[in-house]
Protein backbone atom coordinates (compact mmCIF):
# COMPACT_ATOMS: atom_id res chain seq x y z
CA UNK A 1 0.00 0.00 0.00
CA UNK A 2 1.24 3.84 -0.85
CA UNK A 3 1.92 6.40 1.44
CA UNK A 4 -0.03 9.06 1.45
CA UNK A 5 1.36 12.70 1.02
CA UNK A 6 0.03 15.78 3.23
CA UNK A 7 0.74 19.65 2.21
CA UNK A 8 0.51 20.87 5.59
CA UNK A 9 2.14 23.38 7.77
CA UNK A 10 5.52 22.92 9.35
CA UNK A 11 3.93 22.66 12.97
CA UNK A 12 1.46 20.14 12.06
CA UNK A 13 4.29 18.14 10.11
CA UNK A 14 6.07 18.00 13.42
CA UNK A 15 3.55 16.90 14.87
CA UNK A 16 2.55 14.38 12.50
CA UNK A 17 6.08 12.73 12.47
CA UNK A 18 6.11 12.80 16.10
CA UNK A 19 3.42 10.60 16.51
CA UNK A 20 4.47 8.20 13.28
CA UNK A 21 7.74 7.15 13.93
CA UNK A 22 8.21 6.25 9.91
CA UNK A 23 6.76 9.63 8.82
CA UNK A 24 9.13 11.86 6.54
CA UNK A 25 9.01 15.41 6.86
CA UNK A 26 9.93 17.53 3.90
CA UNK A 27 11.59 21.26 4.49
CA UNK A 28 11.89 23.07 1.39
CA UNK A 29 15.52 25.22 1.76
CA UNK A 30 15.75 26.72 -1.59
CA UNK A 31 16.82 25.88 -5.26
CA UNK A 32 17.68 21.82 -5.27
CA UNK A 33 17.90 21.68 -1.45
CA UNK A 34 15.35 19.69 0.70
CA UNK A 35 16.02 19.08 4.18
CA UNK A 36 13.89 15.68 5.30
CA UNK A 37 13.96 13.93 8.53
CA UNK A 38 12.40 10.95 9.95
CA UNK A 39 13.17 12.59 13.64
CA UNK A 40 16.29 10.52 13.77
CA UNK A 41 18.50 11.36 10.71
CA UNK A 42 18.33 14.08 8.42
CA UNK A 43 18.94 14.08 4.71
CA UNK A 44 19.83 17.25 3.28
CA UNK A 45 19.79 17.32 -1.02
CA UNK A 46 22.19 19.66 -2.94
CA UNK A 47 23.03 21.35 0.48
CA UNK A 48 25.26 23.26 1.99
CA UNK A 49 25.17 25.73 -1.35
CA UNK A 50 26.49 28.96 -1.51
CA UNK A 51 23.33 31.78 -1.07
CA UNK A 52 21.93 33.24 -4.02
CA UNK A 53 24.41 31.67 -6.60
CA UNK A 54 24.04 31.97 -10.35
CA UNK A 55 21.25 34.20 -9.34
CA UNK A 56 18.92 31.27 -8.21
CA UNK A 57 17.57 31.37 -4.27
CA UNK A 58 18.88 32.93 -1.10
CA UNK A 59 18.78 31.35 2.09
CA UNK A 60 19.70 32.23 5.58
CA UNK A 61 21.46 29.47 7.28
CA UNK A 62 19.34 30.19 10.12
CA UNK A 63 16.33 28.97 8.61
CA UNK A 64 17.77 25.53 8.09
CA UNK A 65 16.83 23.11 10.88
CA UNK A 66 20.08 22.27 13.21
CA UNK A 67 20.72 18.35 12.61
CA UNK A 68 23.62 15.88 14.11
CA UNK A 69 24.80 13.37 11.97
CA UNK A 70 23.04 14.21 8.69
CA UNK A 71 24.17 12.93 5.21
CA UNK A 72 24.84 15.35 2.59
CA UNK A 73 23.28 14.20 -1.05
CA UNK A 74 24.94 15.65 -3.66
CA UNK A 75 24.01 16.24 -7.42
CA UNK A 76 26.79 17.70 -8.95
CA UNK A 77 29.56 20.33 -7.86
CA UNK A 78 28.11 23.92 -9.13
CA UNK A 79 27.64 26.15 -6.25
CA UNK A 80 23.96 26.57 -6.31
CA UNK A 81 24.02 22.66 -5.35
CA UNK A 82 27.46 22.72 -3.44
CA UNK A 83 29.64 24.51 -0.95
CA UNK A 84 32.63 22.55 0.23
CA UNK A 85 33.91 25.34 2.36
CA UNK A 86 30.18 25.92 3.47
CA UNK A 87 30.22 21.76 4.05
CA UNK A 88 33.73 21.97 6.00
CA UNK A 89 31.33 23.64 8.77
CA UNK A 90 28.94 21.05 9.06
CA UNK A 91 28.91 17.99 11.28
CA UNK A 92 27.27 15.54 8.08
CA UNK A 93 28.49 12.25 5.72
CA UNK A 94 28.40 13.31 2.50
CA UNK A 95 27.22 11.25 -0.54
CA UNK A 96 28.61 12.99 -3.96
CA UNK A 97 30.09 12.16 -7.39
CA UNK A 98 34.64 11.67 -6.84
CA UNK A 99 34.79 14.93 -9.17
CA UNK A 100 33.25 16.98 -5.90
CA UNK A 101 34.72 14.94 -2.55
CA UNK A 102 38.29 14.81 -3.97
CA UNK A 103 38.79 17.99 -2.70
CA UNK A 104 37.18 17.24 0.74
CA UNK A 105 39.46 15.50 3.31
CA UNK A 106 37.17 13.92 5.83
CA UNK A 107 36.69 10.66 7.22
CA UNK A 108 33.15 11.08 6.42
CA UNK A 109 32.70 11.19 3.23
CA UNK A 110 31.11 7.58 2.02
CA UNK A 111 33.10 6.01 -1.07
CA UNK A 112 30.69 6.14 -4.14
CA UNK A 113 29.41 3.09 -5.77
CA UNK A 114 26.47 2.63 -7.64
CA UNK A 115 24.82 1.47 -4.47
CA UNK A 116 25.39 3.16 -1.18
CA UNK A 117 23.57 3.48 2.12
CA UNK A 118 23.82 5.29 5.30
CA UNK A 119 22.10 4.67 8.26
CA UNK A 120 18.76 3.55 7.60
CA UNK A 121 19.09 5.12 4.18
CA UNK A 122 19.43 3.66 0.97
CA UNK A 123 20.71 5.20 -2.11
CA UNK A 124 21.13 3.94 -5.94
CA UNK A 125 23.50 6.20 -8.37
CA UNK A 126 22.47 7.20 -12.13
CA UNK A 127 24.99 8.98 -14.04
CA UNK A 128 22.79 11.49 -15.83
CA UNK A 129 24.18 14.19 -18.19
CA UNK A 130 24.36 18.18 -17.14
CA UNK A 131 26.69 19.70 -19.53
CA UNK A 132 30.13 19.06 -19.11
CA UNK A 133 30.42 18.14 -15.49
CA UNK A 134 29.79 14.81 -13.38
CA UNK A 135 26.48 14.43 -12.29
CA UNK A 136 24.38 11.73 -10.76
CA UNK A 137 20.69 11.50 -10.33
CA UNK A 138 19.62 9.77 -7.36
CA UNK A 139 16.99 7.06 -6.29
CA UNK A 140 16.54 6.77 -2.19
CA UNK A 141 14.85 4.39 -0.30
CA UNK A 142 13.92 4.94 3.39
CA UNK A 143 11.05 3.51 5.22
CA UNK A 144 9.36 1.81 2.46
CA UNK A 145 9.59 4.95 0.26
CA UNK A 146 10.97 5.58 -2.93
CA UNK A 147 12.01 9.09 -3.65
CA UNK A 148 13.95 10.28 -7.08
CA UNK A 149 16.05 13.18 -6.88
CA UNK A 150 17.05 14.52 -11.11
CA UNK A 151 18.81 17.35 -9.98
CA UNK A 152 19.62 19.33 -12.66
CA UNK A 153 19.97 16.69 -15.66
CA UNK A 154 18.20 17.93 -18.99
CA UNK A 155 17.71 14.61 -20.15
CA UNK A 156 14.39 12.02 -18.71
CA UNK A 157 15.51 9.26 -19.90
CA UNK A 158 16.66 7.79 -16.57
CA UNK A 159 13.34 9.83 -14.91
CA UNK A 160 10.83 7.89 -17.19
CA UNK A 161 12.82 4.49 -16.31
CA UNK A 162 11.56 4.86 -12.83
CA UNK A 163 8.74 2.79 -12.11
CA UNK A 164 6.81 2.84 -8.37
CA UNK A 165 8.08 6.32 -7.01
CA UNK A 166 6.63 8.05 -4.00
CA UNK A 167 7.80 10.98 -4.78
CA UNK A 168 10.34 12.64 -7.47
CA UNK A 169 11.59 16.06 -7.29
CA UNK A 170 12.15 17.47 -10.79
CA UNK A 171 13.35 20.70 -12.43
CA UNK A 172 10.90 22.85 -14.46
CA UNK A 173 12.84 22.10 -17.36
CA UNK A 174 13.05 18.67 -17.16
CA UNK A 175 8.94 18.48 -15.74
CA UNK A 176 8.48 20.84 -19.28
CA UNK A 177 10.11 18.22 -21.24
CA UNK A 178 7.64 15.50 -20.38
CA UNK A 179 4.71 17.28 -20.23
CA UNK A 180 2.06 18.18 -22.60
CA UNK A 181 0.63 14.54 -22.00
CA UNK A 182 3.16 12.87 -23.62
CA UNK A 183 5.29 10.92 -20.96
CA UNK A 184 3.63 10.22 -17.73
CA UNK A 185 6.54 9.66 -15.17
CA UNK A 186 5.87 6.84 -12.49
CA UNK A 187 5.35 8.66 -9.31
CA UNK A 188 2.27 9.47 -6.78
CA UNK A 189 3.47 12.76 -6.35
CA UNK A 190 5.77 15.35 -8.11
CA UNK A 191 7.79 18.13 -6.55
CA UNK A 192 8.90 20.89 -8.30
CA UNK A 193 12.59 22.24 -7.37
CA UNK A 194 14.95 24.51 -8.05
CA UNK A 195 12.51 27.10 -10.08
CA UNK A 196 13.32 30.58 -10.51
CA UNK A 197 11.24 33.20 -8.60
CA UNK A 198 7.96 33.92 -11.00
CA UNK A 199 9.22 31.14 -13.07
CA UNK A 200 6.35 29.23 -14.83
CA UNK A 201 5.61 25.53 -14.57
CA UNK A 202 3.59 23.39 -16.13
CA UNK A 203 0.79 21.73 -13.78
CA UNK A 204 1.47 18.30 -14.79
CA UNK A 205 0.41 15.40 -12.34
CA UNK A 206 -0.81 17.82 -10.33
CA UNK A 207 2.35 18.72 -9.17
CA UNK A 208 3.57 20.55 -6.25
CA UNK A 209 5.82 23.87 -6.48
CA UNK A 210 6.40 24.47 -2.64
CA UNK A 211 7.57 27.90 -1.14
CA UNK A 212 11.06 28.30 0.08
CA UNK A 213 9.85 26.71 3.90
CA UNK A 214 6.92 24.93 3.44
CA UNK A 215 6.98 21.73 4.45
CA UNK A 216 4.82 18.59 3.52
CA UNK A 217 5.18 15.04 5.23
CA UNK A 218 4.97 11.67 3.71
CA UNK A 219 4.01 8.52 6.02
CA UNK A 220 5.79 5.57 5.05
CA UNK A 221 4.72 2.36 3.09
CA UNK A 222 3.57 -0.48 4.58
CA UNK A 223 3.85 -3.05 2.29
CA UNK A 224 2.05 -6.54 3.15
Same mark, same amino acid.
Given at each position: ? +? +???????? &????????? %???? @???? &??????????????????????????????????????????????? *??? !????? =???????????? $????????????????????????? =???????? *???? =? $?? !?????? *?? !???? @???? +??????????????????????? @??????????? $??? /? /??????? /??? %????????? $??????????? %??? !? %??
Amino acid at each position: M +G +GSVFLIGS &FLATALCAS %EPSC @LEFR &FIGNAAFAITDGVTTLFTDFPYQSGAFGYMEYETTAVPPARGALCLI *THG !HLDHF =DPALFRRMKAAL $IAPPSVTVTIQTNSVIPFASRMSYR =DIRVEAFR *TPHG =D $IE !HYSYLV *TW !HGLR @LYFT +GDTDSAECLLAMRDLDVVFVSPW @LLRAVGGGRFR $IDA /R /RVVVYHQ /RAD %EPVPDVQRR $ILPRQGETFAV %EAR !H %EP
